[in-house]
């Protein structure tokens, strides 16, 4: 599918634009009705050369392969899916359906119910073994009346150890300095391996500045009794 004529992506926060996505290249058709997510940095869009650096091609392959491991298991465990039209292995392209906007830039307006829904998908995930932490707004999509999560690439299952630090490249310089004060503060090491669970605690906590309190408080009590049943 040729999408060289296609637009990037960008969220807009009220005082200028931002990248929608920091790991792979999002482009968009003319008429907003298909999503191309290029493993690949287009460095028109990923301008910073240091920040490029640092993802090598394997890295990116891992991502994608993550991208479509989880976006698997989500569809088979009936959890709502953006529907994937083409995909391209080799060049690490995904095309999916899209509906013009993620839901940073829809607007909570447009689904009243969503505080609910965000939680009925956070469980529906973990029934499934995933624990994803690409969380913020642009990772969802409303439609019909439905909240569809997406960003599949920075999800883990039950099984698996992370290292932090691995992972850490994945969100804004800003934040990430943030975010190495903050676990550390609760005395978490960059460069050891802490199960998904644990972490998913984290990942809440990360969004605090992006959903009501009491949103994220509801999840980090779900989060609790999972850590406890784990």
Not at 87 to 92: F, L, S, V
Not at 134 to 151: C, E, K, M, Q, Y
Not at 217 to 222: G, I, S, V
Request: charged letters at 25%.
């Amino acid at each position: 599918m040729d999408f060289s004529n296609w637009n990037y992506l960008y969220n807009w926060d009220g005082k200028q634009w931002h990248r929608a996505n920091l790991v792979y290249t999002p482009y968009v058709s003319s008429d907003k009705k298909t999503l191309c997510m290029s493993f690949n940095r287009d460095r028109n869009y990923h301008t910073n050369d240091q920040e490029n650096d640092v993802w090598s091609q394997e890295l990116l392959t891992e991502r994608f392969l993550r991208e479509m491991k989880f976006y698997g298991i989500a569809s088979k465990n009936n959890i709502p899916t953006l529907k994937i039209i083409d995909t391209d292995e080799i060049k690490r392209h995904i095309f999916l359906e899209w509906y013009g906007e993620d839901f940073f830039m829809q607007g909570n307006e447009v689904l009243p119910n969503w505080k609910e829904q965000w939680l009925q998908r956070i469980n529906e995930m973990w029934a499934a073994n995933i624990y994803k932490f690409s969380l913020h707004p642009n990772s969802w999509v409303a439609h019909d009346g439905v909240l569809i999560p997406f960003n599949w690439f920075f999800s883990f299952d039950k099984n698996e150890t992370i290292i932090i630090k691995d992972f850490l490249i994945q969100i804004s310089s800003e934040r990430q300095e943030k975010m190495q004060e903050f676990l550390k503060s609760l005395g978490f090491d960059m460069d050891s391996s802490y199960d998904p669970v644990i972490l998913q605690a984290l990942a809440f906590n990360s969004f605090r500045a992006n959903y009501p309190e009491e949103l994220i408080n509801e999840a980090l009590k779900r989060n609790a009794l999972l850590q406890q049943n784990s």
